[in-house]
């Protein structure tokens, strides 16, 4: 497990640049699971804010080239979120390891 750990922990860039972290920021919602908000603060860098709980965010890029973001925090580590779909209709996929749950983005005005 520690050696698995180590493997996905290299592939993490812990402070990715805005041209990254932009096409993420946004609010998503889930009927089932709610609503979550991804946004870039000054001191800590990308974040995930599920209501009940945050996490810090870094950019994980795979073997294949594709380019998430993941989940960093001690309590929240490894979920990824990637983006789906053609630009501007745009869906979120949150994967735990154990389910992928898809966000829709909320619309400034809603």
């Not at 096409?23 to 998503?28: D, H, L, P």
């Not at 919602?29 to 908000?37: F, V, W």
């Not at 789906?84 to 869906?91: A, C, L, Q, S």
């Amino acid at each position: 497990m520690e050696a698995w750990r180590k493997e996905e922990s290299a592939k993490i860039d812990f402070a990715p640049d805005s041209s990254f972290l932009d096409r993420f920021v946004g609010t998503y919602k889930n009927p089932l699971y709610g609503t979550i908000r991804i946004f870039v603060d000054a001191k800590q860098g990308a974040v995930l804010d599920a209501g009940e709980w945050t996490s810090s965010l870094g950019r994980k890029k795979e073997k294949d080239g594709l380019e998430k973001l993941v989940t960093t925090t001690a309590a929240w580590l490894g979920m990824e979120l990637a983006l789906k779909g053609p630009e501007g209709n745009v869906t979120l996929v949150l994967n735990d390891g154990e389910q992928t749950v898809l966000f829709e983005p909320v619309s400034d005005g809603k």
